[in-house]
């Protein structure tokens, strides 16, 4: 949906690419279960390089591993062709929640069972492992509650309804610099350059690191040439001043790469994130 890091990025990479392929590009937005509406889309268009996916940890790593039947094989399906942006996420609460550290909610959690909801952007998405990861460290049952994208959570965290969330920095530094929600954590091994002053989770529990990231795909069996194009246009936009400072800004750490370290990339983010899934029973019929 509108407002997430891969909405974000698309457009931000969208409008410079439209520029320099002297076309359009237009942003679709197609959310709902976990990006299997949006991530099957492209797995079934054309393979003629008129339509691309912003890929995300979500449906290209995480789906693969807690459902056990999807409409699109994520690896065969697809031809990487750039990976755009590694983003960590922060942990978020509401201004009602009297808590101003991850060591403050572990012992708030603690205090108050059941009284505690965390929200994702669905379940099995990348920040409802992280979630559940940040339960298992630190000895709590934060109850889980799915939404179809980071934007809807943040919107009943802000509400009320629910009392933390997990978005990527990209959906949330907005509104933690809003004075909307205050930010306790990042997910990251180490603090961000864009947040010096919010302590990573991992200085309270040590091992905790549940990072996202974003990239460019297109339907397997683009022709090289095309993805080359891409690859090479899009990697010389992730390098613009004015797009470095967006997404830094962002607390997104800009990467570029070829299509083949892309592909290995995603391969390697399935068989990590398969072992927590497992160790943790999520699984989607």
């Known amino acids: 949906p509108p407002g997430g890091a891969s909405d974000v990025t698309a457009r931000l990479i969208g409008a410079k690419l439209g520029e320099v392929l002297g076309t359009t590009v237009i942003i679709e937005n197609k959310p709902g279960a976990n990006g299997i509406v949006a991530t099957d889309f492209v797995a079934k268009s054309a393979p003629d390089g008129y339509t691309m996916l912003m890929a995300n940890l979500g449906p290209n790593a995480?789906?693969?591993?807690?459902y056990k039947k999807l409409p699109y094989d994520a690896i065969k399906d697809f031809t990487?062709?750039?990976?755009?942006?590694?983003?960590?996420?922060?942990?978020?609460v509401n201004q009602d929640l009297p808590v101003k550290s991850i060591s403050e909610l572990?012992?708030?959690?603690?205090a108050n069972p059941g009284k505690v909801s965390f929200g994702s952007a669905g379940h099995g998405a990348s920040n409802h492992l992280s979630g559940e990861l940040l339960n298992a460290l630190g000895g709590i049952k934060m109850q889980h509650v799915?939404?179809?994208g980071d934007a809807p959570s943040i919107v009943d965290l802000m509400g009320g309804s629910i009392q933390v969330a997990l978005p990527t920095t990209v959906a949330g530094?907005?509104?933690v610099r809003s004075g909307k929600l205050r930010a306790i954590g990042v997910t990251s091994k180490k603090r961000l350059e864009s947040l010096p002053d919010v302590a990573a989770v991992a200085e309270?529990?040590?091992g905790y690191e549940a990072v996202s990231w974003g990239g460019v795909m297109v339907p397997a069996g683009t022709p090289k040439d095309i993805?080359?194009?891409?690859?090479v246009e899009i990697n010389k936009i992730l390098k613009m001043p004015d797009i470095v400072a967006k997404l830094e800004g962002l607390g997104a750490i800009i990467v570029g790469s070829t299509?083949?370290?892309?592909?290995?990339?995603v391969k390697d983010e399935i068989a990590k994130w398969g072992k927590v899934a497992r160790d943790n029973n999520i699984a989607i019929d």
Request: hydrophobic share 35%.
């Open 227 to 231: 993805v080359h194009r891409l690859n």
């Open 80 to 92: 990487g062709v750039t990976l755009t942006t590694i983003v960590p996420q922060v942990v978020v």
């Open 204 to 206: 309270t529990l040590p």
């Open 173 to 175: 530094l907005p509104h």
């Open 106 to 110: 572990i012992t708030y959690s603690k």
């Open 62 to 66: 995480l789906n693969p591993v807690v």
């Open 146 to 148: 799915p939404y179809k």
């Open 259 to 265: 299509p083949e370290e892309f592909d290995k990339y």
